[in-house]
């Protein structure tokens, strides 16, 4: 055996190993780490009343990634995706932390909850690191929750309320009629009703009655027989979730025909809920049937891939992941802060839809088109999938896109 030469620092330096030695880390997780890829946290419930909609997210967020990688990544590194189960706030808040801290993700993108969007926030904020909502509604998160690096693709609540309330006015369903609502008891219900009632009284209505369901309820017969004996001008559904699908379906079994409506909605919850179950106009942020050369593309990549069309949560997702490459792409950095900035400077964005939207400064809101959806007659139902109309744009083409979004009055944010 040789003598055994004792290595100075400098020359333990020169090697990858010994800059893994002196990290306490492996050398190929620095190469991977520095140069070759660009991580990306994508967190949103897969489990639980909001799994089906999750499913649809993480779908998503596996296509645009492919997409993006096929045509150079972002800065010419490939994107590496840490995709997980937020299950709950708790959960949520604590996987966001080790990707931050462990896997050094350049961002993290996603979440339905709004509470697990809270979470997630709070640990974005303590680590200055970027954090793109893509389905918690609750305006609290643009108004007293409000993050300086949370950053909101998805709606929030006050769009979702103005949107499809016009149609409600439109149908008379308003000013002296009463409500009757069914209310998911969490964070993002208890925000909607508050929006929901906000803009009821405003506009000269009432309601007959409100309740707060828990998010476990699956037997909906009690609400229903409260619902039959008040005899409403229209039930209105602040459900979330296969709550809503649950709720369709046993309210066709009771065979009540009060008008029904719902100020939050996905469409997946829809198509399970099937043909002559579905009924009402809703809220949506995007819908499959959009009539766009961006949105076509969108809905056939998705529908070859998976064999099936894309619902609104897929489109949060994916569109959230081609915003941010985008941007590190035009800006050549994943810095968080320089992407803060970019888009508080009013960054433009194609959205699939008839119109680019932007990034509202004073809270972080993307704005964007949304529409109102009417389930079509069971006897016009010629599919699975294509079981409503829609209505056009929300605002119109010659509105301001934020005349649907919270005022100041309505929910002010302070960044620290």
């Not at 399970?272 to 995007?286: D, E, L, S």
């Not at 139902?381 to 509105?399: H, L, R």
Request: proline residues 4%.
């Amino acid at each position: 055996m040789g003598t055994r030469v004792p290595l100075s620092r400098r020359s333990l330096l020169k090697s990858a190993g010994g800059v893994a030695l002196l990290a306490g880390i492996g050398a190929p997780a620095i190469v991977r780490a520095q140069s070759d890829v660009i991580r990306i946290g994508h967190l949103t419930p897969r489990t639980g009343f909001l799994g089906p909609l999750g499913e649809y997210g993480v779908m998503a967020i596996d296509l645009a990634v492919e997409e993006l990688n096929a045509a150079g990544g972002v800065n010419g590194r490939k994107i590496e995706l840490l995709k997980e189960d937020s299950v709950n706030p708790q959960t949520a808040s604590t996987k966001a932390e080790r990707m931050i801290e462990r896997d050094k993700v350049a961002c993290i993108i996603g979440e339905i909850s709004s509470a697990s969007c809270l979470t997630i926030a709070q640990v974005a904020q303590r680590n200055k690191t970027l954090y793109v909502n893509t389905g918690g509604n609750s305006d609290a998160l643009r108004g007293a929750d409000c993050k300086k690096f949370m950053f909101h693709v998805e709606s929030q609540n006050s769009m979702y309320v103005k949107s499809v309330g016009r149609s409600f006015l439109n149908a008379g369903l308003v000013k002296g009629k009463s409500w009757y609502s069914l209310t998911a008891d969490y964070a993002f219900g208890h925000d909607l009703l508050k929006v929901a009632k906000r803009f009821m009284e405003s506009n000269g209505g009432k309601f007959a009655g409100d309740e707060l369901v828990p998010t476990d309820a699956t037997d909906f017969s009690a609400y229903l027989l409260k619902i039959r004996s008040a005899k409403p001008d229209l039930v209105v559904l602040n459900l979330a979730g296969n709550q809503i699908t649950n709720f369709l379906k046993q309210y066709a079994e009771f065979g009540l025909t009060f008008p029904v409506g719902g100020f939050g909605f996905d469409t997946a919850l829809a198509w399970a809920a099937g043909k002559g179950n579905f009924v009402g106009t809703w809220p949506v942020v995007w819908h499959h049937l959009i009539d766009t050369p961006g949105s076509k593309a969108f809905v056939g990549a998705f529908t070859k891939k998976y064999g099936k069309p894309p619902e609104n949560q897929a489109w949060g997702d994916y569109i959230a992941m081609k915003i941010v490459a985008q941007s590190m792409n035009e800006l050549k950095t994943p810095d968080s802060a320089k992407l803060i900035e970019h888009w508080e400077k009013g960054a433009k964005f194609d959205l699939l839809k008839t119109r680019p939207g932007y990034f509202r400064a004073s809270d972080h809101q993307l704005m964007h088109e949304m529409y109102a959806v009417t389930a079509l007659p069971a006897d016009q139902v010629k599919n699975q999938w294509d079981i409503f109309t829609s209505s056009g744009p929300v605002p119109g083409p010659n509105e301001d896109l934020e005349v649907i979004a919270s005022t100041k009055d309505e929910a002010s944010c302070t960044f620290a």
